[in-house]
Nanobody
Framework: VQLVESGGGLVQAGGSLRLSCAASGSTFSINRMGWYRQAPGKQRELVASISSGGAIGNYADSVKGRFTISRDNAKNTMFLQMNSLKPEDTAVYYC????????WGKGTLVTVSS
């Protein structure tokens, strides 16, 4: 499986972004998937996960109520809708399985200015 993240950018606090994760390979739909992020000087953390069928999402407390994870298994794609962004959301965002199913991609950089 190969995963490619996109959709990051520079946004002001309070703004929104939608991240996408495009997966190659036939095993995407059977895996629980997650969005992770790594801020400068910090360890990578899991921010949201979604069940294989897409019915159940779980969120870190820091993003609960602001981020929404979804997936389209027919298109091998996963999304992260991020609203009410805060400067502390600034990080490189990655997608992968939960647990990880492949190596880490390049990620997509999200920068939130105050």
């Amino acid at each position: 499986v190969q995963l490619v993240e996109s959709g990051g950018g520079l946004v002001q606090a309070g703004g929104s972004l939608r991240l996408s994760c495009a997966a190659s390979g036939s095993t995407f739909s059977i895996n629980r998937m997650g969005w992770y992020r790594q801020a400068p000087g910090k360890q990578r953390e899991l921010v949201a996960s979604i069940s294989s069928g897409g019915a159940i999402g779980n969120y870190a407390d820091s993003v609960k109520g602001r981020f929404t994870i979804s997936r389209d298994n027919a298109k091998n794609t996963m999304f992260l809708q991020m609203n009410s962004l805060k400067p502390e959301d600034t990080a490189v965002y990655y997608c992968n399985g939960l647990p990880p199913i492949t190596g880490w991609g390049k990620g997509t950089l999200v920068t939130v200015s105050s």
